[in-house]
């Protein structure tokens, strides 16, 4: 009874394959609360890891998270500053699934091997802002395509 239903079970697998890559089809967007306009984020960008080889970059967000800088304490926007810049180290560091950049109309796609946990991270320049990022962990496993997106901020993870 096991061997035919493991042999129907593999008969069934070549009929409908499992998508050996996961397209991450995403969009940067301006967060709610100061949208001047219905287009995304241009030239945001977007790093694709997986969640779990990189626990450098996971620490630095949660520590950006966890400072309260925006409400003007010098001391806890000199320690964001540093950990911004020691975070943007990490990703340029890091070994990556993908990279892209954001169109004018901020929509990104980044296809990655199936993973179950994947870290998805987006940063720019914005004038006035000194922290514009966002990151999503999102699952790509037997899927061929997951929708991403990215509220860009100058304030904590999301």
Not at 5 to 20: D, I, K, T, V
Not at 47 to 74: C, H, M, Q, T
Not at 111 to 121: A, E, G, I, N, P
Request: overall charge negative; proline content about 5%; some cysteine.
């Amino acid at each position: 009874m096991f061997f035919r239903g493991a042999a129907l079970l593999a008969l069934l697998s070549m009929m409908h394959p499992l998508p050996e890559k996961t397209l991450l089809d995403g969009s940067a967007q301006p967060c709610a609360d100061v949208k001047e306009t219905t287009s995304g984020v241009p030239g945001v960008h977007v790093y694709a890891f997986n969640a779990k080889k990189v626990p450098a970059i996971r620490r630095s967000l949660f520590v950006l998270d966890s400072l309260d800088w925006e409400n003007g304490d010098p001391d806890a926007m000199r320690a964001a500053s540093r950990e911004y810049d020691r975070l943007l180290s990490r990703v340029r560091a890091a070994r990556t699934l993908g990279y892209a950049t954001s169109n004018g109309n901020g929509d990104f796609e980044i296809t990655v091997t199936q993973t179950d946990s994947v870290l998805v991270f987006g940063e720019a320049k914005w004038p006035d802002q000194p922290f514009y990022y966002s990151a999503k962990v999102v699952g790509a496993t037997g899927q061929e395509e997951v929708r991403v997106v990215l509220l860009m901020c100058n304030q904590q993870l999301l």
